[in-house]
Nanobody
């Protein structure tokens, strides 16, 4: 059983930056593809970014390409989401997810964190 704990959310002005972290425990982190999803109020959860388990290939939603960067540190069992040039429409709860032996183009994930709130003011 893998546990995922997100951190780093908060309130930021438009144009600012935040870095989210997701710490994993209970499994062999390097074997998992990792992803970030988000859910805004009144909307469905949507994919943001993912990184594969072995090749470290990445995949991004069109809405965040060029602004967000996903990375991982297997020594620290942590995946990051660097968010730059934030916009009010990026406001959402951000969730970390894991899929064993997954690619950066996973459609389903086995484990989810509890989420961290990101609020971008205009």
């Amino acid at each position: 059983q893998v546990q995922l704990v997100e951190s780093g959310g908060g309130l930021v002005q438009a144009g600012g930056s935040l870095r989210l972290s997701c710490a994993a425990s209970g499994g062999t982190f390097s074997r998992y593809a990792m992803a970030w999803h988000r859910q805004a109020p009144g909307k469905e959860r949507e994919f943001v970014a993912a990184i594969s388990w072995i090749s470290r290939s990445t995949n991004y939603a069109d809405s965040v390409k060029g602004r967000f960067t996903i990375s991982r540190d297997n020594a620290k069992n942590t995946v990051y989401l660097q968010m730059d040039s934030l916009r009010p429409e990026d406001t959402a709860v951000y969730y970390c997810a894991a899929a064993q032996y997954g690619t950066a183009f996973q459609h389903s994930y086995e484990y989810w964190g509890q989420g961290t709130q990101v609020t971008v003011s205009s």
